[in-house]
């Protein structure tokens, strides 16, 4: 594996991490909130969980793919973090 690839493996892996934690903490957040805020907050937290295993899959993917391959993912892969990082920002406004 190539310096490059194993540095981006590791970025990713630590993104994957740190939105793990975030999502727990606005999970946490929800269950204080009131019931209209509370039931459209678990619904993000909900979809973001979904963001980041279709992130996590592709992950994978971008691993046990071949240096050929790793531009075409690196593109999908860095798309889902624009997303997930859009999604988190939004839901975290709410308690701002």
Do not use: C, P
């Amino acid at each position: 594996m190539t310096d490059k690839k194993e540095a981006y493996q590791q970025k990713i892996t630590a993104q994957l991490n740190e939105w793990k934690a975030q999502a727990d903490l606005l999970k946490a957040k929800a269950e204080n909130a009131g019931a209209d805020v509370q039931l459209e907050l678990n619904k993000q937290v909900e979809n973001l969980k979904g963001l980041q295993a279709e992130a996590q899959v592709k992950f994978e993917e971008l691993r046990a793919a071949g240096e050929e391959k790793l531009g075409d993912l690196k593109g999908t892969v860095e798309a889902l973090v624009g997303e997930i990082t859009t999604t988190l920002k939004s839901i975290g406004s709410r308690f701002k």
